[in-house]
């Protein structure tokens, strides 16, 4: 069964401090991973993805990683602001563009002043 | 930009009430999606849909129907709400390769059965 599991499920960092969320997944055959943010009381909007081939990709002061040999991806936010404040959900796709992509449950992040 | 709207922020129906949810998107976009979402439990897809008047079931689609009259409109439809259907509602739409692709998300309807 595909999986997608996020670490940590909250996270509480002060402004100006740099954090990184995890996400491990199970998906076969691999497509894409992509990296939503989540702001309170609106719908998700898409930060990066990331296909097979790519190991980094920067969105601003986001960064995410891929290794797709052990199946893990990584969202480092630098520099954090408050607006950063939001739910982090990623999201992997299998091969084959009909297959349901697999949503992990979200990394909570609250940026305080 | 792309714009997904739907058509109540909040809504609050009683147990047994037929409720419709809208969701209208002005990209021309082909596909469209419904999601609802829960505390603990993610995303997670009720339906979708690659064109006019077609529709596929996602991973939870018991209790709900969808309905796909124009490209532009996706509805969501509760036949008879019961109150394990409290949740967030969110459409989304994207303009085709299946899920591969970028969604965008509308705002969401907070949903309350009562």
């Known amino acids: 069964k595909n999986q997608v599991e996020q670490s940590p499920q909250s996270l509480i960092i002060l402004e100006g401090k740099n954090c990184t969320l995890q996400c491990n997944y199970t998906v076969s055959p691999f497509s894409n991973l992509r990296w939503y943010k989540q702001d309170t009381g609106r719908g998700p909007v898409s930060l990066t993805i990331?296909?097979?081939?790519?190991n980094t990709k920067s969105n601003g002061r986001y960064t995410a990683t891929l290794d797709a040999d052990t199946k893990q991806s990584s969202l480092h936010i630098t520099a954090s602001q408050l607006s950063d404040s939001a739910s982090y959900i990623c999201?992997?796709?299998?091969?084959?563009?009909?297959?349901?992509?697999?949503f992990g449950r979200g990394t909570s992040l609250i940026v305080h002043p | 930009d792309v714009k997904v709207t739907q058509s109540s922020r909040y809504l609050v129906k009683r147990t047994g009430e037929k409720v419709f949810l809208e969701c209208v998107q002005d990209?021309?976009?082909?596909?469209m999606f419904w999601y609802r979402q829960d505390p603990g439990l993610g995303l997670r897809l009720i339906y979708f849909s690659y064109d006019v008047k077609m529709k596929e079931k996602g991973d939870i689609p018991e209790g709900y129907s969808v309905s796909r009259e124009k490209k532009e409109r996706f509805s969501l439809i509760l036949e008879s709400a019961s109150t394990n259907q409290t949740s967030m509602y969110l459409c989304?739409?994207?303009?085709?390769?299946?899920?591969?692709?970028?969604?965008?998300f509308g705002p969401g309807t907070r949903l309350t059965v009562l």
């Open positions: 990331m296909t097979f081939s790519e």
């Open positions: 989304a739409s994207n303009p085709g390769g299946g899920f591969a692709n970028e969604q965008f």
């Open positions: 990209m021309d976009h082909e596909n």
């Open positions: 999201v992997v796709s299998a091969a084959g563009g009909s297959y349901i992509p697999t």
